[in-house]
């Protein structure tokens, strides 16, 4: 199998993250990093052991050995360099959201399928084992029709009105955080489990915190709690710590979702509960080797992870046998795999349909994410239309 090279813009929180993924995979080769700072740039390539560092995105793009690009920068970035990635004729994987807007992201998506290029949202959360399992259930009616669907995305990270980062500034993160943010991969999740969509909205937000205290040097994504900060600035917070949203499924069903930034002892978890006229599951991140089932009129059952007692075809999706535990960094080289996969079929003319998150998907959690927000602007129910 062909090496394929990438190069990631972007060297914070994710950036590594996607890097060490990729390193997983054997036949994707790091070619180069980039960040609007060099030095952080040639700093993090030689602490990762990576040939190439630039100052300036377009450098990277003008590689052309380079096949992929990872964006992985701050969410008002993501537009232009996606679009630039795409004109240069790479195939994008974008972190999300897409775009700050839904006309940005609609524009991403029709330039990538014009191109013909593989295009991929980091909707990571879906590449859990246990989800692709849920999802198998679902897909061979084991629940039955689904009746109700609960949860709720929460973390800490954001308590203390000193905790501080570049998401909470609507010029950088967008106009929503808290849904936009991990609300985003809660409703991908539930969507692509259940293979229902969202048809109507109602939601509540919150911000508790109106006011916080930016420290005057540079905090890195999660890493504030980590930092003794004593030099602070006072910095008006208008997006919000906090949602609840109802919901509406196009077959009926009822749901609900809980997002909270500022979730004592929360650390990063999704939760989930399905309700179908059959049977029921519920799945924990923080737990995520583990899948409760419910009934009615026997025992309830608690299932570990092992690919030889998963459904149908989703134990590909777990890397390691039964007793060996998988996690968040699994997700991402389980999606890359798949990207990846795909952009191999095609150099080699072999290519299947494509089964990742693309932009399109990036379109859909765009729209759902400006309507949650005109429901709680307008205070009503509003349905989603594409």
């Keep these: 199998m062909r090496k394929i090279k990438a190069g990631i813009i972007g060297t914070g929180f994710i950036g590594p993250l996607h890097i060490e993924a990729l390193r997983r995979l054997g036949f994707v080769e790091i070619a180069a990093v980039a960040d609007m700072n060099r030095q952080l740039a040639e700093e993090k390539a030689g602490q990762l052991h990576i040939p190439g560092a630039y100052g300036d995105y377009?450098?990277?793009l003008a590689?052309?050995?380079?096949?992929?690009?990872?964006?992985?920068?701050?969410?008002?970035?993501?537009?232009?360099?996606?679009?630039?990635?795409?004109?240069?004729?790479?195939?994008?994987?974008?972190?999300?959201?897409?775009?700050?807007n839904l006309e940005e992201s609609r524009e991403l998506a029709a330039m990538a399928s014009e191109k013909g290029l593989v295009n991929a949202v980091?909707?990571?959360?879906?590449?859990?084992?246990?989800?692709?399992?849920?999802?198998?259930?679902?897909?061979?009616?084991?629940?039955?029709?689904?009746?109700?669907?609960?949860?709720?995305?929460?973390?800490?990270?954001?308590?203390?009105e000193t905790d501080y980062n570049w998401?909470?500034?609507?010029?950088?993160?967008?106009?929503?955080?808290?849904?936009?943010?991990?609300?985003s991969h809660w409703l991908d999740s539930v969507e692509y489990i259940t293979g229902l969509r969202i048809s109507r909205v109602c939601a509540d937000l919150a911000t508790f915190h109106p006011v916080r205290r930016k420290p005057l040097k540079q905090v890195e994504t999660y890493a504030g709690k980590l930092q003794d900060n004593t030099e602070f600035e006072s910095v008006d917070i208008k997006t919000e710590d906090y949602a609840s949203v109802l919901l509406r499924f196009c077959n009926g069903a009822h749901g609900s979702m809980t997002v909270n930034q500022v979730a004592a002892g929360r650390k990063n978890r999704i939760y989930f509960e399905i309700?179908?006229?059959?049977?029921?599951?519920?799945?924990?991140?923080?737990?995520?080797?583990?899948?409760?089932?419910?009934?009615?009129?026997?025992?309830?059952?608690?299932?570990?992870?092992?690919?030889?007692?998963?459904?149908?075809?989703?134990?590909?999706?777990?890397?390691?046998?039964?007793g060996h535990a998988e996690g968040f960094p699994d997700?991402?080289?389980?999606?890359?795999?798949?990207?990846?996969?795909?952009?191999?079929?095609?150099?080699?003319?072999?290519?299947?349909?494509?089964?990742?998150?693309?932009?399109?998907?990036?379109?859909?959690?765009?729209?759902?994410?400006?309507?949650?927000?005109?429901?709680?602007?307008?205070?009503?129910?509003?349905?989603?239309?594409?």
């Design 275 to 322: 309700y179908g006229d059959k049977m029921s599951v519920a799945w924990d991140s923080e737990n995520p080797n583990e899948m409760w089932t419910g009934h009615r009129d026997r025992g309830n059952e608690l299932l570990l992870k092992d690919p030889a007692l998963m459904a149908g075809s989703s134990g590909r999706f777990a890397g390691y046998p039964g």
């Design 167 to 183: 998401r909470l500034r609507p010029e950088y993160s967008g106009e929503s955080r808290a849904v936009a943010d991990i609300g």
């Design 63 to 100: 590689d052309e050995t380079i096949e992929s690009v990872h964006i992985c920068t701050p969410n008002h970035l993501h537009y232009g360099m996606t679009r630039d990635a795409l004109m240069a004729g790479k195939h994008v994987i974008c972190e999300k959201p897409l775009a700050m």
């Design 331 to 386: 997700t991402s080289k389980q999606l890359f795999l798949e990207v990846y996969r795909y952009i191999w079929e095609m150099g080699s003319g072999s290519c299947t349909k494509a089964s990742f998150p693309g932009f399109m998907d990036g379109v859909r959690e765009a729209l759902l994410c400006e309507n949650i927000l005109k429901s709680a602007r307008e205070e009503k129910w509003v349905d989603i239309r594409e």
């Design 122 to 160: 980091h909707f990571n959360i879906r590449y859990y084992p246990l989800i692709q399992h849920i999802r198998t259930l679902v897909e061979k009616g084991e629940l039955g029709r689904i009746l109700a669907v609960n949860g709720s995305y929460q973390q800490d990270w954001l308590f203390y």
């Design 58 to 60: 377009r450098e990277l």
